[in-house]
């Protein structure tokens, strides 16, 4: 009896994901809660357990294919009696507990699997029969990272074609773009002379290891960022506002809280104590700590945040995503310092769940780590304000009357208009620029 397995609907609005790795074939024995494969969603790349035992009979999809939320995704052969709930009617059925008897519903991996449930099965070799004659062995997967994978489809290479340079086996970028460069020619004996004709001007040299021009299809995170920055700046009135701050105390600061043992083994950095600035400015001016609700009978409501959760925008091989951290208005220094980093820790490796990306208030990007001065935000959706950060760099200032060299950087915030107005816009800014040209005021204001 051969059971379907849907491409699972994670509740997060989602409609479709891109299988990025399978981690079976067909022959393989699965168990319950066993991770199956790797999909990227519009917000993250994250991993599929299966839901019962059986031995895969078929993949629908090869890696690299994008599926609609309810698409059978992989068929099992399974023993037993009458069939499993589908994974949609298990949800509705009854609490966690209580449907354990039939079968549990398909979640992401992120979303609350068990750890002890969620496993990978390495792939079974090939079995000899009775008849001591050796079975077909399935061919070898070629060792490439993910992005590597992504950079050969869009290249239209064959990476069982790819000869590795590395010692270790792995397919890097660089052996990718030498499997699509052009050979070098044979010398072939000189042919007779040819009429002399009108000369053919020269095509133009191609460049990056002979590739002119490669077309990425939009998807993922890259196809809903686009979606969310359109929706974003043809909806919300923007308007920024600019200041330039003298942040050498700050600075300072920073070096002493590395040097403080309630700080040991945490992140310590500007963006801290500018997150700390944020929060403080914010609970001076909670306005604009809000969001614009259309309503469904037509009458607008603003409506006030009594939270914060702070969004980080992080720079990740998959795009731009801006995870955000719970309540950030609660959080000590050293526990907003810990938060920081795992935040950054799980973006980089990958691992941010879809709900971490949900339900932000306000945003920091620091831009100044690129080099960039300052730049003009554009709103994430639903939220009303972003603060960008420039570099912080060593400038002529004029302090205590005379001209110094000075820690300075630019700030810039983005709010949106129909909530915030001028003055209070200008009024959060002012008070992160106050906290960071003298960082004390964050015992006396916060």
Request: charged share 25%; aromatic share 4%.
């Amino acid at each position: 009896m051969a059971r379907e397995f849907k491409m699972p609907d994670v509740g997060e609005g989602l409609t479709e994901a891109e299988i990025l790795k399978w981690y079976v074939q067909p022959g393989d024995t699965v168990e319950d809660g066993q991770v199956v494969c790797e999909v990227e969603t519009a917000k993250a790349a994250v991993e599929l357990p299966i839901p019962f035992d059986g031995v895969v009979k078929e993949l629908r999809f090869p890696e690299g294919t994008t599926v609609d939320v309810g698409q059978v995704i992989i068929a099992v052969d399974v023993a037993g009696d009458a069939p499993a709930p589908e994974p949609e009617a298990v949800a509705d059925a009854a609490p966690a507990e209580e449907a354990e008897p039939q079968g549990r519903q398909p979640v992401l991996v992120g979303y609350g699997v068990a750890e002890t449930s969620t496993k990978r099965r390495a792939r079974k070799g090939a079995e000899v029969p009775a008849n001591g004659t050796a079975a077909p062995a399935v061919a070898q997967r070629p060792l490439a990272k993910p992005p590597v994978r992504k950079l050969a489809r869009d290249l239209g290479v064959d990476l069982t074609t790819v000869i590795p340079s590395h010692p270790d086996g792995i397919i890097s970028r660089e052996d990718v773009h030498a499997a699509v460069a052009p050979a070098p020619e044979v010398p072939a004996q000189s042919p007779a002379p040819a009429p002399v004709s009108a000369p053919v001007p020269a095509a133009p040299a191609a460049s990056y290891d002979g590739v002119r021009e490669t077309r990425i299809p939009v998807k993922g995170v890259r196809k809903a960022t686009a979606q969310a920055m359109i929706g974003s700046a043809f909806t919300a009135p923007h308007v920024t506002e600019f200041v330039t701050v003298d942040v050498t105390r700050t600075m300072k600061l920073v070096e002493e809280l590395k040097a403080d043992k309630d700080m040991q083994g945490l992140r310590v950095n500007p963006l801290l104590l500018i997150s700390k600035a944020l929060l403080v400015a914010i609970k001076r001016n909670p306005e604009v700590n809000a969001a614009w609700d259309e309503g469904h009978d037509g009458k607008a409501e603003i409506v006030q945040k009594h939270y914060v959760n702070l969004g980080i925008a992080a720079a990740t091989p998959r795009g731009l995503i801006v995870p955000n951290i719970k309540d950030a208005q609660a959080k000590t220094l050293p526990e907003l310092a810990t938060s920081l980093g795992e935040l950054v820790s799980t973006a980089r490796e990958g691992r941010t769940s879809p709900g971490a990306m949900q339900g932000g208030t306000v945003t920091i990007t620091n831009v100044g780590v690129f080099g960039i001065d300052t730049g003009t935000p554009i709103l994430n959706p639903g939220e009303s304000a972003i603060l960008a950060v420039g570099a912080i760099k060593l400038q002529p200032w004029v302090h205590k009357g005379k001209v110094k060299p000075r820690q300075v950087t630019t700030l810039a915030l983005s709010f949106d208009h129909r909530l915030v107005d001028g003055e209070l816009g200008s009024k959060v800014l002012a008070d992160v620029a106050a906290v960071l040209e003298r960082p004390k005021r964050l015992i006396t204001w916060s």
